[in-house]
């Protein structure tokens, strides 16, 4: 069946683009919950030691942060546009949309880069020579660099997935109306949506007052 | 032979290889098994390599009986103890008892029983197979290069701070195996959801179905809090990144938090899928239809939902408030309701039942009795003063091993002699196979029932030596230990013998209900030839006016035959 978008054990296209965007639901559930666990260990460890967790909120590069932030959400609208003209089979907006998608994700890790080479240099990591004084200022920061990290690797995981089904179809060796292209922005998005926890949560805490 | 047991065999047709088309002959060569993506092939690679784990984990439990025969410590060092009883434990239950029931019989069966070709996505189910190998050979390099001395609860501050074992790699190994359940579950439930057959509406669905799918969302959404829990070991050993460490704030019993949050529901992984497996067997060789379905159904969905719910039972004593206790306690009396309601229909399905004492029948009747006890002593645990007095004990030891090995393993192997004859296309030898789920369940309640006795006066676990006034007790224990394993390894014998001079089997020669029986033995590569339409609800084992009513009862069929 190559060539075709109909894959075992299904009858139907549309049955088979159900259980794709299905099967990603269950799998952002499961991903909620990881980055859900590591959030509620953070929320749990600041709700003890809430001055060392703000002055390592106000020590986090807000700049690079915020326009991460902007950069990832523009990411999610070029994808949403990018699936649906995949499956309106519209060849060039779809690999454009998707493109532009690829090129924002890039941005935001080379920020991210960046911005882990900058924070390397004014000592924020947890480890001897640490840039504040309270302990557990060392605490937040491990949670910045594995919840950071760790997202990183989504996007990285990500982006590998996009580019991947995008070059296959201009391959021409997957259909345009393939149902992988709404999974892989849905993954997407959850992306963005974990990222929108925590840009406050380890970015603008400490800096209202 | 009984003429109950040569209705089973299938006639001979001729000498030539007896079944043309079947899953097992479809298509040759190595390349064929590891590239598959047929859902009864995928099962059987499973076997195989659960098959291996629970021969390892096997060898970490002879070593703890042997070592516990005297109360001195003689066979190995305190250390060596320790990574002894680690690698039972990490062994048993990550790679044997969370996938054993649902990667085995749940990946060959589901598809069959709800009239599906395949799975829904079967190249997550290969991918979900490669990842458990990945995750068992880094548990290997793990024990290999010189195990793991934290228990299979890995608790910090000991695992991040103190411990000189490889926790790193079997940590990286217990997460891939979890995505690798992750992976299953969210492909039997997008199963369930949209491949059932026409006419097999949620509610006539059969119970077996119903307990993988409650087993996986608890497998989909409790999985990724273990990955959380031991990423930020991971975190802290790899790269120093002090998250539990108390001297710089850290909360080390924040990880037994986060880790019983998926320990707790891993229980229900382990035993919902057997609870389904039970069912099926208990209608088949009772011939009646199951008591209160849909108490059954609600049952599983409950213990699914509540077992989220109770795992601050394993910190009784860790320091947490009396008030947070409390409300946990209260809670694992709610989820114990459930259980019990399973315990009391099995038990009023077998009511007025035809019972036929087959070895399926055996094993299942073995599974009730030693999970009710296993159940019941829940309940003392659940109760904090109790607790308090048994927290660390043989007590829990025993507990546990009720439910996870008593319970779920003898179901697995129950739920293997019932479906072996689809499987293979082969039947066992009955007598044997009786023997050995007697010999199970004797040589199981030898094992483990006098460790609720030591417990109770105060044995504790994880120690290589012990004060000798236990010692009647331990060498009890471990003489029922030499039976148990002969009850394993007896099965593994005479299927394997099965397999070369086994008689082959009828299409459904157990007479049983349900649409895995409506397709050959061992089933096509498709499964059904045409795709069955449901017209009726699971177990019709006595359909309106054809069997006796309630109060005339029939006499009995053959009890069992001879042996
Ligand atoms: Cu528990």
Redo the contacts between chains.
């Keep these: 069946m190559s060539g075709g978008a109909l894959r075992e054990p299904w009858h139907s296209l549309r049955r088979q683009r159900e259980a794709a965007s299905f099967g990603m639901w269950l799998f952002l559930a499961s991903e909620a919950l990881l980055f859900g666990g590591l959030i509620l260990a953070f929320i749990a460890t600041r709700w003890f030691h809430p001055a060392a967790f703000a002055a390592a909120g106000r020590e986090a590069d807000i700049v690079y942060g915020t326009a991460n932030t902007l950069l990832l959400l523009t990411s999610s609208l070029t994808m949403a546009v990018g699936a649906q003209a995949a499956r309106a089979e519209l060849p060039r907006l779809a690999g454009r949309a998707l493109g532009l998608t690829l090129a924002l994700g890039l941005a935001f890790l080379c920020l991210k880069g960046l911005e882990w080479r900058a924070d390397l240099a004014k000592g924020l990591w947890p480890g001897p020579g640490f840039a504040l004084e309270q302990p557990a200022a060392r605490i937040a920061f491990a949670f910045y660099w594995l919840l950071t990290g760790l997202h990183g690797l989504h996007l990285l995981g990500g982006l590998s997935a996009i580019a991947w089904l995008a070059g296959q179809a201009v391959l021409g060796r997957r259909p345009w109306r393939s149902p992988a292209f709404e999974a892989a922005a849905l993954y997407w998005h959850l992306i963005d949506v974990v990222w929108m926890f925590l840009y406050p949560l380890l970015y603008l805490d400490g800096r209202a007052a | 032979m009984s003429e109950l047991a040569a209705g089973r065999v299938r006639p001979a047709e001729g000498p030539a290889e007896p079944w043309p088309d079947n899953y097992l002959t479809a298509e040759q060569g190595l390349g064929s098994w590891l590239l598959t993506?047929d859902h009864k092939r995928i099962a059987l690679l499973y076997m195989a390599t659960l098959l291996a784990f629970f021969v390892i984990g096997g060898f970490g439990a002879v070593m703890i009986r042997l070592e516990l025969f005297t109360p001195e410590q003689d066979l190995m060092t305190a250390d060596a103890y320790n990574r002894m009883f680690t690698l039972h434990g990490t062994v048993m239950v990550w790679f044997f008892l969370v996938p054993s029931i649902p990667n085995t019989l749940g990946n060959f069966l589901l598809?069959l029983m709800i009239g599906?070709?395949?799975?829904?996505?079967?190249r997550?189910n290969l991918l979900s197979w490669y990842l458990f190998v990945g995750a068992g050979l880094l548990l290997v390099v793990a024990l290999v290069a010189g195990g793991v001395d934290t228990g299979w609860t890995f608790y910090t501050p000991f695992s991040t701070m103190f411990s000189n074992g490889y926790v790193l790699l079997a940590a990286l190994a217990v997460i891939l195996a979890g995505f690798s359940s992750?992976a299953t579950?969210?492909?039997f439930?997008?199963t369930v959801?949209?491949?059932r057959a026409p006419g097999m509406h949620w509610f006539r669905l059969p119970l077996l179905v119903w307990a993988l799918y409650g087993t996986s969302v608890v497998m989909?959404?409790?999985?990724?809090?273990l990955?959380?829990?031991l990423?930020?070991i991971v975190?802290?050993r790899a790269?120093?990144?002090?998250?539990f460490?108390p001297?710089?704030?850290?909360?080390p019993l924040?990880f037994q938090h986060?880790f019983w949050?998926y320990s707790h529901p891993a229980v229900y992984i382990m035993i919902l899928p057997s609870f389904g497996v039970i069912s099926e067997i208990v209608t088949c060789f009772a011939r009646r239809r199951i008591f209160g379905y849909t108490f059954m159904v609600y049952a599983i969905l409950w213990i699914a939902v509540v077992g989220f719910l109770v795992w601050g039972h394993h910190m009784f004593v860790s320091g947490q408030s009396l008030f947070t206790s409390l409300v946990f306690s209260f809670l694992s009396f709610v989820i114990a309701v459930p259980s019990a309601i399973k315990v009391f229909n099995w038990t009023f399905t077998l009511y007025r039942g035809q019972i036929t004492f087959e070895a399926p029948m055996l094993y299942a009747l073995g599974f009730i009795g030693l999970f009710t006890l296993g159940g019941l002593t829940g309940l003392f645990l659940a109760a904090i003063p109790i607790d308090v007095h048994v927290t660390d004990t043989y007590f829990v030891v025993a507990h546990f091993h009720f439910i996870m090995v008593g319970g779920a393993v003898t179901a697995l192997y129950g739920g293997l002699s019932f479906w072996w004859p689809k499987i293979t296309g082969r039947l066992y030898p009955e007598g044997w196979a009786r023997f050995a789920a007697i010999l199970m369940f004797f040589g199981f309640a030898f094992t483990f029932f006098p460790m609720f006795v030591m417990g109770f006066a105060g044995m504790p676990r994880r120690y290589a030596a012990y004060p000798p006034e236990f010692q009647i007790w331990h060498v009890m224990s471990s003489c029922g230990a030499v039976l148990l394993a002969a009850a394993y390894l007896l099965p593994m014998a005479y299927l394997t013998f099965s397999l070369f001079r086994g008689a082959r089997a009828t299409d459904d020669p157990w007479d049983a209900t349900g649409l895995e029986w409506r397709t050959a033995s061992p089933p096509p590569r498709g499964n059904f030839g045409v795709l069955p339409v449901v017209a009726e609800g699971p177990y019709l084992y006595h359909p309106e006016a054809e069997g006796p009513h309630h109060s005339e009862r029939e006499p009995h069929q053959n009890q069992g035959g001879n042996l």
């Design positions: 993506t598809p599906a070709r395949d799975l829904a996505f079967p997550v992750i579950g969210l492909n439930i997008a959801h949209l491949l989909v959404l409790a999985t990724p809090v990955a959380a829990s990423l930020l975190a802290e790269f120093g990144l002090p998250v460490d001297a710089q704030g850290g909360d924040l986060l949050f």
